[in-house]
């Protein structure tokens, strides 16, 4: 064949052809009796070469896709957790989930708690757990209204919210009006069996008012400037703990201070700003201390295993046999020893060791657990938002719940100075547990203006999906089908 005849059939696409002497010589011998049909095929694939067989790919995965994550079951429930965590409604239910539990576990374990407290007072047995009961009803009142709210009409309540604690707090502290309880004059007598704790309000009041007022500074940049962060939240904050200092009550005065340094941190202060404040108030707070034999005998209890010579630490080491005795499930509902008159204020500062001796370890570890939701995602919030009221607010709500969390466990462990403070939402106390849970229902409502959480709330409205779906349906001529 002559070369362009050759070439033009490759450019053509046809193959050349073998000569058939090489065909046959490289063709293997054919069985006896083999049929024609084959002959042509073997030569053709013994001349072309020997084809490589396909290479085998897992059934259920294209050419491309990425390789499954390694590590099994265990690594693809980290991934679904992982996304549910992230899912826009998870701080909404974790606040307001464990909210709820935190409160109803606490009636439980307050009606237990107190009824022993309750006959030595000649009371029935459910006297403290009904008073706590309707608390906590008109708690909820609260809390869901606090969540419906919307945040300019939280910004709008800080101000008559702060000067009505002030002038309560004030109040307070004239003769004839005020109550002292436990040697702190820090009550109002409401008539018959109800008080009230003007000093808990002033908590609300102070995160409310101090979150406003850091927020509309930085809407005009003047929180760079030292005077406008510390004028006049710090001064307004000084006045607080002074009227609350006058009646004795330090750890009420703590959680005070523990908000104005949230605020302060959440507003951007330089580091020798804060530290300056703080060394202040430590300065106050070690002079409060040393002048005071009560305070001292308190500081003294840190670690104690024994009740002293003068019972002085009889109830720190209480707290710890409670705890002790509860062992891995508790002795049961109800079944508690040291609130038999061997426990101070078992319903009160030092439920979590009844607590500890009657539901056990299980018990304690699920309180912190939900006590742990809590805190992550009022964080979560403060962190994810663009509204610098709604990020203050929740840093301060968050500060003053946990620190106040901290503090008592703290004390009821023995780690800690006997405070006098109550475990928030768990423990007796009207006057604590209403504006904490009005607290909570602020960070339901925060919760609930971040822009994809909105979207996710709306979509699960009655009626909303179905008319989506409506919409997305094109309208058909009459009469087809």
Not at 33 to 49: C, K, N
Not at 133 to 158: D, E, N, Q, T, W
Not at 271 to 283: K, P
Request: include cysteine; charged fraction near 15%; aromatic fraction near 8%.
């Amino acid at each position: 064949m002559p070369a362009e005849e050759s070439s033009a059939a490759v450019a053509r696409g046809n193959r050349p052809r073998v000569p058939a002497a090489i065909s046959r010589a490289l063709a293997p011998p054919l069985p006896a009796g083999a049929g024609a049909p084959l002959g042509p095929l073997l030569r053709v694939r013994s001349a072309t070469g020997p084809r490589r067989p396909a290479a085998s790919r897992p059934k259920g995965r294209t050419a491309g896709s990425p390789r499954a994550p390694r590590g099994g079951a265990a690594r693809r429930l980290y991934e679904r957790a992982r996304r549910a965590w992230d899912r826009p409604l998870t701080a909404y239910y974790l606040i307001l989930g464990a909210g709820l539990l935190i409160t109803v576990l606490g009636l439980v374990m307050v009606y237990s708690a107190s009824m022993i407290k309750a006959l030595e007072l000649n009371k029935p047995g459910g006297y403290f757990f009904r008073k706590q009961f309707l608390a906590a009803v008109i708690g909820a009142v609260l809390m869901a209204v606090a969540a419906r709210m919307p945040v300019k009409l939280h910004r709008a309540l800080s101000y008559p919210l702060l000067l009505g604690a002030v002038f309560l707090m004030a109040l307070v502290q004239v003769p004839g009006i005020g109550m002292s309880i436990n040697g702190n004059q820090n009550w109002l007598s409401l008539g018959g069996p109800f008080q009230l704790q003007p000093s808990e309000f002033g908590k609300l009041a102070l995160v409310l008012w101090g979150a406003d007022l850091l927020a509309r500074k930085q809407d005009k940049q003047l929180l760079t400037q030292w005077k406008h962060m510390l004028v006049p939240l710090v001064p307004v904050a000084f006045l607080l703990l002074g009227l609350i200092m006058l009646g004795g009550d330090m750890g009420t005065a703590i959680i005070l201070t523990a908000i104005l340094f949230g605020l302060l941190w959440l507003a951007g202060a330089p580091t020798r700003l804060f530290g300056g404040v703080l060394a202040f108030a430590t300065v106050i707070a070690f002079v409060l201390i040393k002048t005071s034999p009560n305070r001292m005998s308190r500081l003294a209890c840190v670690g104690a295993t024994d009740p002293g010579p003068d019972d002085s630490c009889w109830q720190a080491v209480h707290g710890i046999y409670a705890l002790a005795s509860g062992g891995w499930f508790g002795s049961g509902l109800g079944a508690s020893v040291e609130k038999w008159g061997q426990l101070p204020e078992p319903h009160t500062d030092f439920i979590f060791a009844i607590t500890g001796e009657e539901l056990g370890l299980a018990g304690t570890l699920s309180v912190l657990a939900l006590f742990a939701a809590l805190g992550y995602a009022s964080i979560r919030v403060a962190g994810r938002t663009e509204d610098p009221f709604v990020r203050y607010a929740a840093g301060g709500v968050t500060t003053w719940i946990m620190v106040q969390f901290v503090i008592n466990i703290g004390a009821v462990l023995g780690l800690l100075p006997i405070a006098g403070v109550p475990l928030p939402l768990f423990s007796y106390g009207g006057s604590a547990l209403l504006p904490t849970m009005f607290a909570v229902g602020l960070l339901i409502a925060f919760a609930q203006e971040e822009p994809a959480a909105k979207a996710a709330l709306a979509m699960r409205r009655p009626g909303v999906r179905w008319k989506t779906m409506r919409r997305r349906v094109k309208k058909r001529p009459s009469g087809e089908r």
